[in-house]
């Protein structure tokens, strides 16, 4: 389905009954990647998916899709179903949307799950690698994406779940120039949003790969702690909803539940 926002298609899935359920996709993806998940979620709840701007199906708004920004288009479409509350499950960036969202919403989250993210701002070095990394996928669109997704997993995997791989890339290429940079330009500029997580009284959980190549898990160990946010610990790397698939969904499910 399609909804309008400051005249930007918004693509969106509404399925299933129950408390709703809010997934939230990360950079390079869109709402596919919870395929494999929504059948089972959709048994007990109501699901909705959405693609964040610049991703899937979702046009661009502007050259800087800010986490807030985003949050807000979230926001619209939960209006438009006349959704006052739910439960958030947000992937990498999907993690950091959920986090602006529960800062400008707070009063419609019932809890928040993030999924091989972070409430923690870019670091110095992360800035400057996502400013490379506009670099790069300004000169050769093919290849930022392919590597990027490539090392989105850990490397024992990279070749046992190669043809999951390609689907991902298939996917993640989808997703044009704009939508690529001005995300990256978001990502960049977000505050550190530990306060919000640390003193929400929604539950949370934070799912964390051992070998995420992405963020540290001994950062994210210490992150969920500080936080006093409940955490479990996958064996392997960014992509948890693949490599870890039956864990993801069973620790969902409970989540939910």
Known sequence: ????????????????????IVLLHGFLE??????????????TKRVITLDLLGHGQTGCLGYIHSMELMAEVVHAV??????????????????????????KFPDMVLGLCLANSTSKA??????????RAIKAVKQNHRAFVSMAVTNLFAIKNQSLLSDDILVVKKEALKT???????????????????????NSTFKKLMIIGRNDTVIQ???????????????????DGHMSYIENES???????????
Request: with cysteine; charged share 25%.
């Open 122 to 131: 870019d670091s110095a070095e992360r800035k400057t690698n996502r400013t």
């Open 30 to 43: 869109n709402s596919f990647m919870w395929q494999r998940l929504t059948p089972e979620l959709i048994k």
């Open 1 to 20: 389905m399609i909804l309008d926002y400051k005249d930007t298609s918004v693509f969106y899935t509404d399925q299933g009954h129950g408390t709703p």
């Open 176 to 198: 044009p120039l704009q939508g690529i940079v001005s995300a990256l330009e978001g990502m960049k500029i977000r505050p550190d949003r530990s306060d919000i997580l640390k």
């Open 217 to 235: 898990f001994d950062d994210l160990v210490e992150e969920a702690k500080k936080t006093n946010t409940n955490f479990v610990i996958f064996p």
């Open 247 to 257: 864990l993801f969904l069973h620790e969902i499910v409970r989540f939910i539940e």
């Open 78 to 103: 939960l209006v438009h179903l006349k959704i006052d509350t739910c439960l958030c499950i947000g992937h990498s960036m999907g993690g950091y949307v959920a986090l602006a969202f529960a800062e």
